[in-house]
């Protein structure tokens, strides 16, 4: 299985950016299709966004797009998410996960493989 680990949260103002990245490592990190979740206090985790393994056929929630935005570097076994004109809404917990096979999946029980999670805090 794979191993996630997710870095680059922080404290952001409102209309900022951060760039997440989540760095796979023990299985052959484009075999994967990869994911963005979070979860803010008190709410179940949701969907962010995905990508296929071989970086195409991304997926952005609805809400989401236009700010937020994934890509993959294979070579480096490393995945981002852009997140720009950050709101306070924003704020979570966000987390990447791995799933084997082609397809992106919105579903969390579709993926064995989680990070241990970056805290994203946006202040207004």
């Known amino acids: 299985q794979v191993q996630l680990v997710e870095s680059g949260g922080g404290l952001e103002q409102t209309g900022g950016s951060l760039r997440l990245s989540c760095v796979g490592s023990?299985?052959?990190?484009?075999?994967?299709?990869m994911s963005w979740f979070r979860q803010a206090p008190g709410k179940e985790r949701e969907f962010v966004g995905g990508i296929n393994r071989s970086g195409g056929g991304i997926t952005v929630v609805e809400s989401l797009k236009g700010r937020f935005t994934i890509v993959r570097d294979n070579a480096k076994n490393t995945m981002y998410l852009q997140m720009n004109s950050l709101k306070p809404e924003d704020t979570a917990t966000y987390y990447c996960?791995?799933?084997?096979?082609?397809?992106?999946?919105?579903?969390?029980?579709?993926?064995?493989?989680w990070g241990q999670g970056t805290q994203v805090t946006v202040s207004s």
């Open positions: 023990g299985r052959i990190f484009s075999t994967y299709s």
């Open positions: 996960a791995a799933r084997l096979g082609g397809l992106v999946d919105r579903r969390t029980s579709a993926y064995a493989a």
